[in-house]
């Protein structure tokens, strides 16, 4: 069962397309595909685990998600890659 029909299935909204609204109002946004990166199985191993909510998830470094954005290149997407570099740059520098 894919993951959006089992959050329909358990009290969500459909928002978009890939997008539901959880009953408490958070929005999920499901992602089956990233552009311009390796398999899941490659990109997972890559992830690191944070506090969400109670919960720990996986997230993509920002290197990976700016690496993403550089392949799919919607006009969104370059506001976000230099916001992206910027951070990346900053990091570098206090380290």
Do not use: C, Q, W
Not at 12 to 20: G, I, L, P
Not at 30 to 55: P, Q, W, Y
Not at 62 to 81: N, T
């Amino acid at each position: 069962m894919r993951p959006v029909n089992l959050a329909l299935r358990l009290g969500a909204k459909m928002v978009r397309n890939t997008v539901v609204e959880l009953s408490d109002g958070m929005l999920v946004n499901f992602i089956f595909e990233v552009t311009g990166l390796k398999s899941f199985a490659v990109e997972f191993r890559k992830a690191r685990k944070l506090n969400f909510h109670g919960l720990m998830v996986p997230v993509m470094p920002l290197e990976s998600i700016r690496r993403s954005k550089m392949a799919v290149m919607r006009p969104k997407d370059e506001a976000h890659i230099h916001y992206i570099a910027e951070t990346l740059r900053l990091r570098k520098k206090t380290k």
